[in-house]
């Protein structure tokens, strides 16, 4: 993986001083996720009078977090959780956001806002719809405030959902977490009373058995171990010629390698009579494998052209055609944890606002998006979820190729000024295959410290 030697610099206390006098970005370390590691450093501070505020207090004093209304001019604050889930105009937001603004340069280092509000497509009321609305763009120009790691995101309640509904505290509890430590100007939707709250939170996907595709190297041999560290056992797929590499990772996770070119018009068979043999059933689809063949489209041909499609998203419409045949994959009817089936597809920012030389690239990212989203209704008549995964610039092999100057620029380029690492994807691939997301359906989460650049 590319050493990013500028955001080492920027942490010493040389480089510190330095790049503040010059104003150069000051990426920062930021806070990631350990096992047992607390979920927050400091007190939580709700604002809000109004029913989420209620329970997703009651809920994270469950947690064993110091939850206050108020606090002290001089207290540090770990997280701030606005409530605007009753506001009916833009002119009442201004009470917890003023409150909310006064309390950010109390916020440590990786601290968290998170605001909560309720669908805004979810009314035909204009003054109730722009309140919803203004909502998101505050919290998006939060996170583009956010200092030393911080980030600021949202979850979004569907109309007819109490805050008490297992989704909404899942939600909450990953955006707490450092799980979502690159994950910045997002929102979470929770549209359903579905899913559950892990009995033990530093294993949500025990007994799960999970499938990762292009798991011999970067972010998928990523997401297997966070899968593995969950709880989960995992199937590793790729193709023949890395068989050396998926064979390494699997024994690393425990898991069982599957060498398998997911384009083969079979794949999605193969992959459940491997389930089938080695462990009778399988909960989790992560479909991860994929290719760039970058060219600008007045150069394209046509092997380009496919091979790009056909990885990135035929092969996944195939797969997913198979799995939903299959009474194999719904872990309800086999006695499980009570969790319905998941599928989690890696989509891309570059398919969300377009990218020279990437339209073969883009396209097919784009249409991840477009399956996932229409994917969800045959998955909730199983009790289950589909979603995407939206990554921004990630360190990895892929992104190592970019030329220098390119990539120095594409890594500062969000509101974190460093790229992701492969972990940041898994963490959020992990609790989107959680038990705890089961609320959320359809969506496309960015996982990408808020880019500047495009959607
Ligand atoms: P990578 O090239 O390092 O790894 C991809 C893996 O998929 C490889 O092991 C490869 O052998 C495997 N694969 C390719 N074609 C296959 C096939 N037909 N059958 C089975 N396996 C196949 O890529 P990465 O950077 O780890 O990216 C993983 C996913 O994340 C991809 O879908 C990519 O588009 C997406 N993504 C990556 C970034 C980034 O910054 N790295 C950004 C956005 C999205």
Not at 131 to 147: N, P, Y
Not at 195 to 206: E, M, V
Not at 225 to 253: F, K, M, T, Y
Not at 418 to 428: I, K, N, R, W
Request: proline content about 4%; charged content about 20%.
């Amino acid at each position: 993986m590319p050493k990013d030697l500028y955001t080492d610099f920027a942490n010493t206390g040389f480089g510190r001083t330095l790049t503040k006098n010059l104003g150069l970005p000051q990426p920062a370390r930021l806070r990631r996720h350990r096992p047992g590691q607390p979920l927050a450093r400091g007190p939580v501070v709700v604002l809000g009078t109004t029913e989420a505020s209620a329970a997703l207090a009651e809920r994270m004093l469950g947690w064993g977090l110091d939850v206050r209304r108020h606090i002290g001019p001089k207290e540090k604050v770990a997280a701030v959780v606005a409530c605007f889930d009753s506001v009916s105009t833009p002119a009442q937001l201004s009470e917890v956001v003023l409150e909310l603004g006064s309390l950010l340069k109390q916020l440590m280092p990786s601290g968290r806002v998170i605001t909560v509000f309720r669908d805004p497509t979810g009314t035909h009321d204009p003054a109730v719809r722009a309140a919803r609305s203004a909502v998101q763009g505050l919290t998006r120009s939060t996170a583009h405030e956010m200092r030393a790691g911080g980030t600021a995101n949202g979850i979004v309640l569907a109309d007819s959902l109490d805050a008490s509904a297992p989704g909404a505290a899942g939600a909450l509890r990953f955006l707490l977490s450092g799980r979502s430590a690159f994950v910045s100007g997002q929102f979470i939707s929770v549209d359903t009373v579905n899913g559950a709250l892990p009995q033990d939170w530093d294993r949500p996907l025990r007994d799960q058995v999970a499938v990762v595709t292009g798991a011999a190297r970067g972010i998928g041999a990523s997401i297997a171990r966070v899968l593995r560290r969950d709880g989960a056992s995992v199937i590793l797929v790729d193709i023949p010629a890395a068989g050396e590499q998926l064979a390494a990772v699997a024994n690393e996770v425990s898991g069982t390698a599957l060498q398998l070119d997911i384009t083969t018009q079979d794949a999605g068979e193969r992959i459940l009579a491997h389930a089938t043999q080695h462990y009778g059933r399988l909960d989790i689809v992560v479909h991860n494998a994929g290719i760039t063949r970058d060219k600008l489209l007045a150069n394209m041909d046509d092997a380009r052209w496919n091979s790009v499609i056909a990885v990135n998203i035929e092969s996944q419409l195939r797969m997913n055609r198979a799995f939903l045949a299959s009474e194999l994959f719904n872990s309800d009817a086999h006695g499980g944890s009570g969790m319905g089936p998941r599928i989690v597809s890696l989509a891309s920012t570059s398919g969300i606002a377009g990218n020279r030389g990437q339209t073969n690239y883009a396209a097919s990212k784009a249409g991840v998006m477009g399956m996932v989203a229409a994917t969800s209704a045959q998955m909730a008549s199983r009790h289950g979820t589909i979603n995407a995964v939206a990554p921004g610039f990630i360190e990895t092999e892929m992104t190592a190729k970019i030329p220098f100057a390119t990539r120095e620029v594409a890594r500062r380029l969000n509101s974190l000024n460093q790229g992701g690492l492969p972990v940041d994807v898994a963490e959020t691939i992990s609790f989107l295959a959680s038990p705890q997301a089961g609320g959320t359906s359809g969506l496309t989460l960015r996982v990408c410290g808020q880019n500047l650049v495009g959607a």
